[in-house]
């Protein structure tokens, strides 16, 4: 059974850091594209990073030069460490497994979900 479970979520001030975990159990995270996604309050969920079986990424240009991402294949996990986290980053996070090894930063190419992990970035 494929299984994607978030964590690392919480209550963060303005310029601090999070770093979210995405474990997955009942396939290789490493034979998948693995996304992350966020939805703000009254907002359509939005792509925020991606990773492909070969390691590339792509991510949104809103997360430019403050988020990575990175996968642990021992730990069948994919991480992404946040930094410079600013208010418009309030969310809920969730990571989702992609339908092909060329899904793009689209929530219609993604099948699996977890069930999402909350970020409040507030002073």
């Known amino acids: 059974q494929v299984q994607l479970v978030e964590s690392g979520g919480g209550l963060v001030q303005p310029g601090g850091s999070l770093r979210l975990s995405c474990a997955a159990s009942g396939f290789t995270i490493s034979s998948y594209v693995i996304g992350w996604f966020r939805q703000a309050p009254g907002k359509e969920r939005e792509g925020v990073f991606v990773i492909y079986h070969d390691g590339s990424f792509d991510y949104a240009d809103s997360v430019k030069g403050r988020f990575t991402i990175s996968r642990d294949d021992a730990k069948n996990t994919v991480d992404l460490q946040m930094t410079s986290l600013k208010p418009e980053d309030t969310g809920v996070y969730y990571c989702?497994?992609?339908?092909?090894?060329?899904?793009?930063?689209?929530?219609?190419?993604?099948?699996?979900w977890g069930q999402g992990t909350q970020v409040t970035v507030s002073s």
């Open positions: 989702a497994r992609g339908r092909s090894r060329y899904a793009r930063l689209t929530q219609a190419e993604y099948d699996d």
